[in-house]
């Protein structure tokens, strides 16, 4: 082998590929929701964090400053599991259809034991680091307002109203009344039996407030 033919082999074993490093992400994620949720904020450390992931703490420490920017991307990445197992919608339905539709999609999203948890962890976490626990309400809240937007979309609206604003109205009626109690301890079972419920009351809310007609 060559100088140059060493020197290429040492390069690609000094510079890990793409996939290499999505796949050090995911185990570094991985790793600390499962720490996170095992002992809490306080007592997790990256040093955990790097022994359960298998990874050097120099590769945790480049991608995380601390453990507060380490929290930050797990709690985004367990708030984007609320939204994975969202279908299309029909857009060929009637407007009550898609909201119902849509409603209860996104129930089930923040259901997820994950998603129940991380915001455990992050309500618990809101007076030391309130930015945080902001963005995470703020991450859910506008991700499930932008579905409903979606589902919306080519129906005919009454004068003057704003699809956003309905949106926004619905959720706050149909699904975060159900995340906060489960955020307290509600079984998640009792929930989706009442999601239904909570989906017609706020189709009945928009209705009868005239910011839709069905």
Do not use: W
């Amino acid at each position: 082998m060559t100088s140059s033919d060493e020197n290429s082999v040492s390069l690609r074993r000094g510079r890990p590929s793409a996939k290499e490093m999505l796949l050090v992400d995911e185990r570094v994620l991985s790793a600390a929701t499962a720490l996170f949720l095992e002992l809490g904020y306080g007592r997790t450390t990256l040093d955990m964090v790097s022994q359960r992931a298998k990874t050097g703490k120099s590769a945790l420490y480049n991608r995380y400053q601390n453990k507060e920017s380490l929290f930050n991307a797990v709690v985004q990445r367990s708030i984007q599991t609320m939204f994975e197992h969202m279908a299309s919608i029909d857009m060929s339905a009637d407007c009550r259809s898609r909201l119902r539709s849509v409603g209860l999609q996104l129930i089930e999203g923040i259901l997820h034991p994950r998603c129940v948890a991380l915001m455990r962890i992050t309500a618990a976490e809101a007076q030391n680091f309130p930015e945080l626990a902001k963005l995470a309400y703020d991450v859910s809240f506008e991700g499930s307002v932008r579905y409903v937007v979606t589902a919306l979309e080519g129906t005919k609206l009454p004068t003057d109203q704003d699809i956003n604003e309905i949106a926004r109205r619905f959720v706050e009626v149909a699904v975060q009344p159900l995340s906060f109690q489960a955020a307290f301890g509600l079984s998640p079972d009792l929930l989706r039996e009442r999601s239904t419920s909570n989906v017609d009351d706020a189709l009945a809310l928009l209705e009868a407030t005239g910011r839709l007609t069905f």
